[in-house]
Nanobody, 118 residues
């Protein structure tokens, strides 16, 4: 059974930082590209950042220079370090695992709420 369990969300003031974690089980983690997506109320889900098994990263323009995605292939965990948070970063953040050779195989976590507010 595949599980992606996110943690680390919460309420933070503008300018603050949070670190999200996503622990994966039930998959061969090293052959999955991992990503973080987010969905704000009334908006579509959007890509935040992705990282391949070879550590190649990609970021949405809105988070470049503020967010950093990383992965630990021993702990089967992907992280999202979020700095200089803005109110517009408020959303539910979802972890995604996508098979690098069969892109139709994709899994989602349950999401974790991030709220940036004073």
């Amino acid at each position: 059974q595949v599980q992606l369990v996110e943690s680390g969300g919460g309420l933070v003031q503008p300018g603050g930082s949070l670190r999200l974690s996503c622990a994966a089980s039930g998959i061969t983690f090293s052959i999955y590209a991992m990503g973080w997506y987010r969905q704000a109320p009334g908006k579509q889900r959007e890509l935040v950042a992705t990282i391949t098994s070879g550590q190649r990263t990609n970021y949405a323009d809105s988070v470049k220079g503020r967010f950093t995605i990383s992965r630990d292939n021993v702990e089967n965990t992907v992280y999202l370090q979020m700095n200089s948070l803005k109110p517009e970063d408020t959303a539910v953040y979802y972890c995604n695992a996508r098979h690098q050779y069969m892109a139709t195989i994709s899994y989602w976590g349950q999401g974790t709420q991030v709220t940036v507010s004073s």
